[in-house]
Nanobody
Framework: QVQLVESGGGLVQAGGSLRLSCAASGLTFSNYHMGWFRQAPGKEREFVAA????????DYADSVKGRFTISRDNAKNTVYLQANSLKPEDTAVYYC???????????????WGQGTQVTVSS
């Protein structure tokens, strides 16, 4: 059974930083592209960042480019999202997801975590 478990969310002031983690089990982690998505209240889930299976290729939404960094440790079956210079508009539930093929939409991903709340106060 595949499980993706996010952690690291919380309440932070604008300009602050958080490091989200997503621990994977039940799948061959190094065979999967990993992504982070987020969903704010009343809005659709949106792509944030993705990293290919080996970690050499990363992609970011324009809204987070230069502020967020995605990385992975295949030995620990874990993907990370370092979020710096946080803004109130970054407030959302953040989800990690796993995909067999590279993609930037929700439909490209096969497995999802339960999400972790990030709240940025102004």
């Amino acid at each position: 059974q595949v499980q993706l478990v996010e952690s690291g969310g919380g309440l932070v002031q604008a300009g602050g930083s958080l490091r989200l983690s997503c621990a994977a089990s039940g799948l061959t982690f190094s065979n999967y592209h990993m992504g982070w998505f987020r969903q704010a209240p009343g809005k659709e889930r949106e792509f944030v960042a993705a990293i290919n299976w080996g970690g050499a290729t990363t992609d970011y939404a324009d809204s987070v480019k230069g502020r967020f960094t995605i990385s992975r440790d295949n030995a620990k079956n874990t993907v990370y999202l370092q979020a710096n210079s946080l803004k109130p508009e970054d407030t959302a539930v953040y989800y990690c997801a796993a995909a067999r093929y590279r993609g930037f939409t929700s439909t490209a991903y096969d497995y999802w975590g339960q999400g972790t709340q990030v709240t940025v106060s102004s």
